[in-house]
């Protein structure tokens, strides 16, 4: 079975620009979760989406926001780009039942200059 | 005050020795994580636990509800263990997706 994929994996944009990254989950999963990672902060929860609709959000600016589709494929965007959006963003997906395992994608690190 | 505190915040260690990492937590979970993160990024996944004890090969992931404490022990350390080991709780009532995470332990195991 096919892992977690996400695309691109690595990415430089400029401030006030934006970003839109992708996460395909593992076949079956209907759950995709979004978190970020940097030095400073470590691991912190973006979102989560569950059959298409957002099911959970974490303590982040509007500029972030995400969807998901039809095929559980998720998306993630953030608007006008700031310095501190430098970070590892990760996706996880699982089946979506409460406190189950979930599988990590490589991550896509993005750099903003 | 963090709501997930793990120590040692890094762990050097010989080939062959016993590790012990450990996680504290201030909130009522339903579920606690421990992930396996190696240099590049990629997390896996080790530990998913609601109470007791769970081993895998040379891993052991114990926790404590009314103590509020997991503990991750690696008998048998390899240099390959090297890496940063991650606890994550899943709110007690909180969606799938919503862990919240320790700032890791990084191990080093020398050869």
């Known amino acids: 079975k096919a892992g977690v994929t996400q695309t691109p994996r690595y990415l430089i944009k400029t401030r006030g620009q934006q970003v839109t990254l992708s996460c395909s989950p593992i076949?079956?999963?209907?759950?995709v979760s979004w978190y970020q990672q940097t030095p400073g902060q470590g691991l912190q929860f973006l979102f989560e989406y569950f059959s298409e609709t957002q099911r959970n959000k974490g303590n982040f600016p509007g500029r972030f926001s995400g969807r998901q589709f039809s095929n559980s494929r998720s998306e993630m965007n953030v608007s006008t780009l700031e310095l501190g959006d430098s970070a590892l963003y990760l996706c996880?997906?699982?089946?979506?039942?409460?406190?189950?395992?979930?599988?990590f994608g490589p991550g896509t690190r993005l750099l903003v200059l | 005050k963090n709501e997930v505190e793990q120590s040692p915040q890094n762990l050097t260690a010989q080939e062959g020795e016993f590790i012990t990492i450990n996680c504290s937590y201030s909130?009522?979970?339903?579920?606690l994580h421990w992930l396996q993160q190696h240099p590049g990024g990629g997390i896996v996944s080790l530990f998913m636990l609601s109470s007791g004890k769970k081993k895998h090969g040379r891993l052991i992931a114990t926790i404590n509800i009314q103590e509020k404490h997991s503990s991750l022990h690696i008998t048998a350390s390899h240099p390959r263990d090297s890496a940063v080991y991650i606890c994550a709780v899943l709110n007690y009532g909180g969606s799938q997706g919503n862990l919240i995470f320790g700032k890791g332990t990084k191990l080093s195991v020398k050869p």
């Open positions: 996880a997906s699982s089946k979506g039942e409460h406190g189950e395992t979930q599988y």
């Open positions: 909130v009522g979970i339903s579920a």
């Open positions: 076949s079956g999963h209907r759950s």
